[in-house]
């Protein structure tokens, strides 16, 4: 059975950096066309995507948000790791990872999530 | 590209039909996903490929369209249909999501 969970702080402080961890199991991030999404949702608005990170290492990040994000993983362990830099109140937010299946095409979907961790930016 | 939903907020009874709407601003746009958001919860796929059901999505939803305009239409309301819908996009090196379609059950 296909899970993902996301780790991190609930609370950071503007100006710092913030890493999430997504656990996942069910799935390796060996084969071919699996990748891992991250995204978030503001309070009451909608979802945003941040960054994916492919089976073959490629990373593809939000244009708006680029200078500020770095997505890895470590297959040994089954984890996808996200990092944003200088956090700002408006970063405040829950952040979800997500399995994408056929990963690379157009037709991509992203078919499990995770439950999500809220994240407040202050101070 | 960007996607526009309508409407952005829907009141419906049991037993109803309904539809939502996504416009992508690229008319070449093919595939679209969809997805159902409870409160407090993460998103659930419901549709990819713009017409493939998910696995476990009851066939009262159906995804259709191509691009650039695309729909979800949902037949024979139930109340645990009442949830947010978001519409997704992604075109090489970047996923955009629409804005929402708030579906309430009356």
């Known amino acids: 059975q296909v899970a993902l969970r996301e780790s991190g702080p609930a609370l950071v402080k503007p100006t710092e950096t913030l890493t999430l961890t997504c656990t996942f199991s069910?799935?390796?991030?060996?084969?071919?066309?699996?990748?891992v999404n991250w995204i978030r949702q503001p309070p009451g608005k909608a979802l945003e995507w941040l960054a994916r990170?492919?089976?073959?290492?490629?990373?593809i990040y939000n244009s708006s948000l680029k200078t500020r994000l770095t997505i890895s993983k470590d297959t040994s362990k089954n984890e996808a790791v996200f990092v944003m830099t200088n956090m700002d109140p408006v970063d405040t937010a829950t952040y979800y990872c997500?399995?994408?299946?056929?990963?690379?095409?157009?037709?991509?979907?992203?078919?499990?999530w995770g439950t999500g961790i809220t994240v407040t930016v202050s101070s | 590209i960007q996607l526009t939903q309508s409407p952005s907020t829907l009141s419906a009874s049991v037993g109803d039909r309904v539809t939502i709407t996504c416009r992508a601003t690229d008319s070449r746009s093919t595939w679209l996903t969809w997805f159902q958001q409870k409160p407090g919860k993460a998103p659930k796929l419901l549709v990819y490929k713009a017409s493939v059901l998910a696995d476990g999505v009851p066939s009262r939803f159906r995804g259709g369209g191509s691009g650039p305009e695309f729909t979800l239409t949902i037949t024979s309301l139930q109340p645990d249909d009442s949830a947010t819908y978001y519409c997704?996009?992604?075109?090489?090196?970047?996923?955009?999501f629409g804005q929402g379609t708030k579906l309430e059950i009356k």
């Open positions: 997500a399995r994408v299946r056929e990963g690379g095409g157009s037709g991509d979907y992203m078919d499990v």
């Open positions: 990170i492919d089976w073959d290492d490629e990373k």
């Open positions: 997704q996009h992604y075109h090489p090196t970047e996923y955009t």
């Open positions: 069910g799935f390796s991030l060996t084969t071919t066309g699996m990748c």
